[in-house]
């Protein structure tokens, strides 16, 4: 048997949008790698190993799924939403670049609905103009990088999706990342958040940013803050096509 | 009969990559709105009517469809990738905020895979970091407003996700994108060209943002710019999850 690699995205929750792609890749997987509650999402069946792994372990996981691509399996690394965003993908091609005995190993990445996607529907369409998407939890990027980030998007009047506000290693993260924002002028801008969006636990709340407290947002949080122009309208939030 | 109106993402070409969520939508369609290549990917069938229109013909088209639904259609709007960016449903909420009659019909949008996701699965995790999106053929933006969020983009070092590159109306346009952003000291950046990613006539390239030349996009072309850490390693391109 001719192993391979699929980096696989399950998209925010609800399994009605998992890509067939992608429910296809499974079906056909002998290992599935991934965060603990990701991996819990695959029914188990016979001739499939999980391989759960916790949170802080992305680049073991990686050199563990290629080490078992190398040998012959197929192997596919679950991430939540899109792999490719803040996810999996990156931290197996970091493996993989470490390990040039692997470089021939065939390998795809098959994309899903990342969880901004999932939040802006619920929403509205507050992405419907230009955005950016930056994530605050990071434990590879140093603060001033994120501060300055948030001055820039704020600067351009992108809406900014903000992933993983809250982390564990990290609480303080999200209070400053709103107290940079106020300061750039941004205190009106309606901002969304949306928790554990697509699963029976969604909550979506928006409100002006100046009157978000941090304690809004947990790990399970995609927050987006607006863009200068972006409305309202009944229980709907879009973003204007026309620019400010 | 009671209508309502469901803004669905067709995903970037492959029927692979159209959720199950919005394959049932159009599955209990009564009708379904669109621009003509979009809605051409419907399957007729008996009792369903298709309404094709011209690619600028967003507002009248949101417009007719929330008429439809009002008289208790089941009508679904469609959009390639995903219908929140740079697509319908803000198109969509721009009708509904004019027409206060119709505030109450039923409306949900459906998430789906935008291009910038399956461009970026297929070259591998350029926006494994964080990124931005700018739509370079809106009419309805002025250029020194895209001008300017270019800079910015560049000097925050984002990612640079580009839709609709070079449109008729506006052919200059990303080649004065190219020459901002050589002058923001982006020229050494690995810059990928998606065309008709996930379909027949799909073609990757990818080379440094100063070898690139305006004619290497059309309208259906994603352009993802790296960040200055964006590295390749064989046939593959990713930002790394540690910043620069």
Redesign the interface.
Known sequence: MTGMLTIAGL?PG????????VS?ALAEATDVFGYGPYVARIKTREGLVLHASDNRQ?LQRATEALRLAAEGRRVVVVSSG??????M??????A??AAPQW?DIP????????AM??A???A????????????LS?N???WP?IE??LR??A????AIALYNPRSASRPEGFERALDILKDAGCGDRITIFAHAVTTSEERIEALPLREARPEMADMRTLVIVGNSST?S??R?I??????S
Request: hydrophobic residues 45%; charged residues 25%; proline residues 8%.
């Open positions: 998209g609800d399994e009605a949008l998992i890509t067939p792609e296809l992305e899109d792999p490719g965003v803040f996810a993908a990156s931290a197996v091609f970091e993989l670049e470089h390998i795809r990445v098959l994309p899903g609905v990342t996607l999932a802006a529907a619920r509205g369409a507050p992405l419907g103009h230009d955005f950016c998407a930056i994530n990071d590879l990027k140093p990088v300055r980030r820039l998007a600067e351009a009047d992108f409305r309208i009944g709907w879009y973003a204007p096509r026309r620019a």
